[in-house]
Every structure is written in structure tokens, then in C-alpha cells.
């Protein structure tokens, strides 16, 4: 608890010298008043409002970003002329631009900063709409001098790509000073492509390189080598990053990829410009208004400690009184304990930040206390309107007797297989969850061959080729078990390993903690034999189980694929050194699969227990190297052709008819 005097504990509210303001610190706040007495919160409440009130006077003005170009136009000794990439300039600019922020263009020298002819892609709209604007090229033909800029002046720094930043970014004392001060500030430090070769040597106030045990992305040596630039440039932005102890985060040449860790925010390439910017605007944006801050703290401390006096909220509603509300749900045992788990998860450069996470948590608590079921938060899903949460739960035993008709299991996997769990999600916190319908092996099948995006709406119609059987919602639960099946992982100690002489139709999907205490202590370790997949893989007829009998005991399918089961180590998977990428750092094993971007576990020692969390955080859509075309409708069939044709009259059936009889003469 901070000293009573109100000054000095509006400044721990306000976390000044932390780069924090009073929304960052919400969360530390309400876990203050649950450890504090209620006399003591009771105060440190009054101050927090105290703390809001003085930040509603402050005037509120737009986000400032300074965008940092290069002032180089030579590439090296070659002889070819180079500097910044327009690309990654223009898309950035209008994102930040149409999010209501103030951009200041600055370069090493000031001036005229060079673009890179060679990036010069008018035929790209924004491209377009911002170099052939004589305003907008004109603000980087007047850069402002890197060393007039003030930190305490903008909110975000960007570093802008293009060749020409490898020489005169990296050792720039100004672009040092800028990264570092903002960072430090609680400002957003960014860049893309080459731009991260800005933070190789940025140091903070202790000594320590910004990027060290940080994810970090930045133009990757195969893309280098793609464009036959590594034997000419001083060093590859991967090798001098990795240096500076920078866990270094890569995907195929030419993916978006975007690291976010924290208020650090880099991208990989061009093609992830626009992503970073994006990512640099959500992490500016102010997710808490003051108002919401001081009813969300006057309801959890009126919650815990019954605090004496009205309460009302910001419509000056009157809040009811504890006698007056319902009594709230029974929280349910086995709830994942998501606070602890997203912090862990942070380091793996993934996460949905810390107010979503907390807004989140209490969504899943409130759920799982009404419907009386252990969950677990699987991941997020996005889509072109709107993102999908997903909650995971095991499927209660009474679940199968709702259903009136017993479904094939040859169709449809039970309990025993791919629907052994239940899958909720919503759209927007605080909404109802949906539970998602269990998935069928003709669903899995067809959803393999489609490559679409999701548009957040559990009804929409699935169109594309194969014809696809049901709706998005259909089609969402059918990623979720592939992705499911292929990225769920877990340290390999923790379970009872199954007999090697358990035939396959023996085998189930089911694990049982390990008993021996010595191994299951043992702290996780970036080795692939020791983490192992904790769900059984799905085959090519969409199945992890084997097909059950024909009714006809002597025959038996044909072709049937072999199944995988579970704990099986995942440097077992085909091309395994290509689809697990794994690290380490401080004690924390991270894990990303390749083949499912978004994918990552995150595995620590907390004595007496090591402990995992696997999240996915995606579009849903698989990594493919080769280039996805839609495949060609069939041929249309040719009409009849009275050319071609071969006709022959054919004899009239028909016969004269006979001869009538001449009457008979009177």
C-alpha cells in the first residue's frame, strides 16, 4: 500500500517513471484492493478517482507518430541506388491517418529522404493515392531533422523500411534515442522490413538491449537471399537482431507476420506494413474511459468489501445494493486461470492484451458459473466483420442423451473423437456464447479443400467448391478441430505413457496424469522429444478413430487410413523441424507451429508443477507455400450438332390402310 498522503498515491496510480497511465494500471489497482484491507482500499479508491478526475482535465488531443525514413541512397559499394520502400510508407501513413493520428516525417539528415526506385508500384491504390499526391510526397522531400526531434513530443515512433536503413539507422545516436525514450515512456517503438535494424543497438536506462528475450521480426535471410541482396548489405537484420538477444520470430517469405511484445511492435516484411500499423493504433487506442474506470472500480469494490453509500453509475443510475441484485454464480473449479497464463503468454509475443484479457476472464468466469462446466479460453479467431472468441469445455456425460437419434459413428465421431469437447464462442464480450454443433468427417474433409476467410457470422452461407455441408458455423467448428488435433502439445512428463502392445483398436484418446512426482517436475525444455501431442490426430477421412465394424463381420474398409494417438513427441511429425519452431527464454519454452500460424504454447516451471497453455490466434487458415488458386469449374458440355450427327430416315411404320367395302346394291 503507497503512503496515505494523496499526492505521492495518485502518483502510484498513475504509474509515472513506469510509461503507465491510470488505464494500464486499472487491473494492478482492482488486484490492490482484493489484498488490501477494506479501510485501506476505501482510501485507495478515493484516490483513484481523485487520479481520474485530474485526467479528465487534461486535454485530449490526437495520438502523434513519428515515421522515421532513411537518408540513404547508395546500396553499399554496388552501385545501385536505394533508400526507402514506398510500401511500407504509404499503407502505414493512411492507417494511421484514417485513425484520427498526427504524423511527423523525419529522416537522419532532414530533407530530401530517397525512395527506393525499385519499390516505385503505382499500380497499388494507396501507392498511388499517396505518391501521386504532390502534398503527401512532399512531406518526405521536407523531413524533419532526427536530432530536432523531442520523445515526449509523439506517442509511437515507426521505422520505416527499405535497403537503405541498414547503413545509416544502426549506429544513428538519434534513432537510438528515440526508440529507447519512447519505449521507456510507455510509447509504442515500431518498425517493418529492414526498419528493425533501427533497435540492433538501442540500449535502455539499464544497460540492456531493447530487444533482448523480446519477439522480433524483420526481413528473414531466405527473403535476403530471394532478392540477392545478402552478400551486399553488412549484415542480415535476423543475425544482428539475434545478437542483441532478440528472440527472432519468422514465417514463409513474403507472410504477413507481425511480433508484438508488448509496446514493441515489428513486421517482416512489406506485405506486413499495414498489420504493424494497425497493431501500433490498437495498442494506442484507449480501451477505458475514465468513467468506465470508476464504475468498473466502485462495482468490484462495493462487491468485495460492501462499501458504505450509494453507488451510481455514469446514466446516475443508483447500482442495486447487495440485498437488492441476485446472488451472483458459484465460480466453477477448473476454470483456467487466464491472468496468469496471459502473462506467460506475452512472451511468446502473443496475447490479446491486457484489458481485453481481463474483460475476457471475467466473461469465461460469469459463463462457466451458469453453465456449470470447466473452461478453458482456445484462441481467437478473426474474420472479415467481425472476431470470434472461443471457449473450450469438456462435453458433459448427460450431453448424449438430449439427441433422440443415435448418430452413425461411421459419419460422425461421439465423445470418443473429435467431439469430445464442446467449442463456445461470441463475437463481442459480454454478448451470449454460442455453442458450436459437433462436427462430421464429411465437414473436416471438405473444409480442407477451402481456403476462405470467416466472416463472424455463425449463420452465412459457405460458398466455394467442394460444396460445403452447413454454414460458417459448421465450417468454423471443422477448423477448430483440425487445428486442434494438429497444435494442442504439452510436456510429454506430465501423462502415463500407453503400453507399446496396446493394439490400435484399443487405444482411446483419454490421458492420465503421470504419478511419479520426480518426472512431472521436471521444467519444460525447448526439445521437441519432450513435448508431445495430447489429442489424436486426424486422418484423411476426417476421422482420429479407427472406423467401426460393418455389420457384415467379414468385410472391412478399404483404404483405410492409419490413425495417430496421442503422446506421440512431435519431432515424430513429417517435416517436424519445419512445421515446430521452438525457443527459449528467462525459463520459458516457447512454441510456434508453422503450419498453423497463430499457433503457440507457452510451457514454465511453477513449483511444485510445470505448467502449459495453448492458444491460437489466427485467421483460421492453414500455411501453404504454393500459390492458392480456386479451382476451375468442370467443362461445360457441348450442345447437340446437327453437323457431327449421322442420320438416317427410318421407314414409316405405317401401312396403307384397307380398303373400304363397297355397299352393298339395294
Same mark, same amino acid.
Given at each position: 500500500?503507497? #503512503? ?63 515515421? !522515421? ?49 525499385? +519499390? ?6 494507396e501507392n498511388n493515392q499517396f505518391w501521386g499526391n504532390p502534398k503527401l510526397k512532399g512531406l518526405t522531400e521536407k523531413t524533419q531533422k532526427l536530432c530536432n526531434m523531442k520523445s515526449e513530443n509523439f506517442d509511437a515512433v ?40 533501427? =533497435? ?7 544497460? *540492456? ?31 544482428? =537482431?539475434?545478437?542483441?538477444?532478440? !528472440? %527472432? ?12 511484445? /508488448?509496446?514493441?511492435?515489428? /513486421?517482416?516484411?512489406?506485405? +506486413? ?86 474483460? =475476457? @476472464?471475467?466473461? %469465461? ?9 470447466? =473452461? ?127 493394439? #490400435? ?50 468385410? !472391412? ?37 508453422? *503450419? ?19 492458444? @491460437? ?26 453437323? #457431327? ?22
Open positions: 500500500m503507497p #503512503d496515505s498522503n494523496q499526492s505521492e498515491t495518485k502518483q502510484y496510480l498513475l504509474g509515472k517513471g513506469e510509461g503507465g497511465s491510470v488505464y494500464d494500471h486499472l487491473t494492478g489497482i482492482i488486484s490492490k484492493l482484493v489484498t488490501e484491507t477494506p479501510a485501506d482500499s476505501q482510501q485507495l479508491f478515493e484516490h483513484l478517482s481523485a487520479a481520474i478526475q485530474d485526467e479528465e482535465r487534461k486535454p485530449k488531443g490526437p495520438k502523434r507518430v513519428l515515421m !522515421v525514413l532513411t537518408s540513404n541512397d547508395k546500396l553499399g559499394d554496388s552501385g545501385e541506388q536505394t533508400g526507402w520502400f514506398l510500401d511500407e510508407c504509404a499503407h502505414p501513413y493512411f492507417v494511421f491517418i484514417k485513425a484520427g493520428f498526427q504524423v511527423t516525417f523525419a529522416s537522419p539528415k532532414g530533407g530530401v529522404a530517397p525512395l527506393s526506385e525499385d +519499390s516505385l508500384n503505382l499500380e497499388d491504390d515507426f521505422f520505416v523500411g527499405g535497403f537503405g536503413t541498414m547503413w545509416d539507422f544502426p549506429d544513428n545516436e538519434d534513432v537510438q534515442r528515440l526508440a529507447r525514450e519512447i519505449y521507456e515512456r510507455g510509447g509504442v517503438t515500431s518498425a517493418v522490413c529492414h526498419g528493425p535494424i533501427a =533497435l540492433a543497438n538501442v540500449k535502455l536506462s539499464n544497460g *540492456e538491449y531493447l530487444v533482448k528475450g523480446k519477439q522480433v521480426t524483420a526481413f528473414t535471410d531466405e527473403e535476403e537471399d530471394a532478392v540477392k541482396r545478402r552478400e551486399i548489405v553488412p549484415y542480415t537484420c535476423h543475425t544482428k =537482431l539475434a545478437e542483441a538477444g532478440a !528472440v %527472432m520470430q519468422s514465417s514463409g517469405a513474403w507472410q504477413v507476420n507481425v511480433a508484438v511484445a /508488448g509496446n514493441l511492435i515489428t /513486421g517482416q516484411n512489406p506485405a +506486413s506494413a499495414k498489420p504493424v500499423a494497425e497493431a501500433v493504433v490498437n495498442a494506442l487506442a484507449p480501451s477505458t474511459t475514465p468513467e468506465d474506470a470508476k464504475v468498473y472500480g466502485d462495482l468490484l469494490l462495493k462487491a468485495l468489501y460492501d462499501a458504505p453509500g450509494a453507488s451510481y453509475d455514469k446514466n446516475n443510475n443508483k447500482i442495486p445494493t447487495d440485498e437488492e441484485a441476485e446472488d451472483p454464480p458459484e465460480p466453477t473449479e477448473g476454470l483456467q486461470d487466464l491472468i496468469e497464463d496471459a502473462s506467460y503468454l506475452e512472451w511468446a509475443g502473443v496475447g490479446l492484451g491486457r484489458d481485453e484479457t481481463q474483460r =475476457l @476472464y471475467l466473461a %469465461m468466469k460469469k459463463f462457466a458459473a451458469e453453465e456449470g462446466v470447466p =473452461l478453458v479460453l482456445w484462441g481467437k479467431v478473426m474474420g472479415t466483420g467481425s472476431d470470434y472468441y472461443v471457449l473450450e469445455g469438456e462435453k458433459p456425460d448427460e450431453e448424449a442423451a438430449e439427441s433422440e437419434e443415435e448418430p452413425n459413428p461411421a459419419l460422425v465421431e461421439g465423445k470418443d473423437g473429435v467431439n469430445k469437447y464442446n467449442y463456445y464462442v461470441c463475437t463481442q464480450l459480454g454478448t451470449k456464447w454460442t455453442r458450436l454443433p459437433n462436427v462430421n468427417c464429411a465437414q473436416i474433409k471438405a473444409s480442407r479443400q477451402l481456403k476462405k476467410y470467416f466472416k463472424g457470422d455463425l449463420q452465412a452461407r459457405v460458398t466455394g467448391y467442394p460444396p460445403f455441408e452447413g454454414n460458417e458455423g459448421h465450417l468454423l467448428r471443422a477448423r477448430i478441430a483440425d487445428i486442434a488435433a494438429s497444435c494442442t502439445i504439452a510436456p510429454s512428463n506430465l501423462w502415463e505413457q500407453p503400453d507399446a502392445d496396446t493394439a #490400435d483398436e484399443d487405444r482411446t484418446l483419454d490421458l492420465t496424469p503421470s504419478e511419479d512426482e520426480a518426472t512431472r517436475n521436471e521444467p519444460p525444455q525447448p526439445k521437441a522429444a519432450r513435448w508431445a501431442h495430447i489429442r489424436g490426430g486426424i486422418n484423411s477421412w476426417g476421422r482420429c478413430l479407427k472406423m467401426p465394424p460393418k455389420e457384415n463381420e467379414d468385410e !472391412v474398409w478399404v483404404g483405410e487410413p492409419p490413425c495417430t494417438f496421442v503422446l506421440r513427441a512431435i519431432n515424430r511429425d513429417s517435416n517436424s523441424e519445419e512445421v515446430w519452431k521452438l525457443t527459449e527464454g528467462n525459463g520459458v519454452t516457447i512454441i510456434r507451429n508453422l *503450419e498453423w500460424p497463430g499457433a503457440h504454447t507457452v510451457g514454465w516451471s511453477d513449483t511444485p508443477l510445470t505448467k502449459y497453455a495453448n492458444i @491460437y490466434v489466427g485467421y483460421g487458415v492453414k500455411y501453404s507455400p504454393k500459390v492458392y488458386t480456386p479451382p476451375m469449374p468442370f467443362p461445360i458440355k457441348q450442345e447437340f450438332s446437327m453437323d #457431327d450427327a449421322k442420320l438416317a430416315e427410318a421407314a414409316d411404320p405405317l401401312t396403307e390402310p384397307p380398303a373400304e367395302e363397297e355397299e352393298e346394291a339395294e
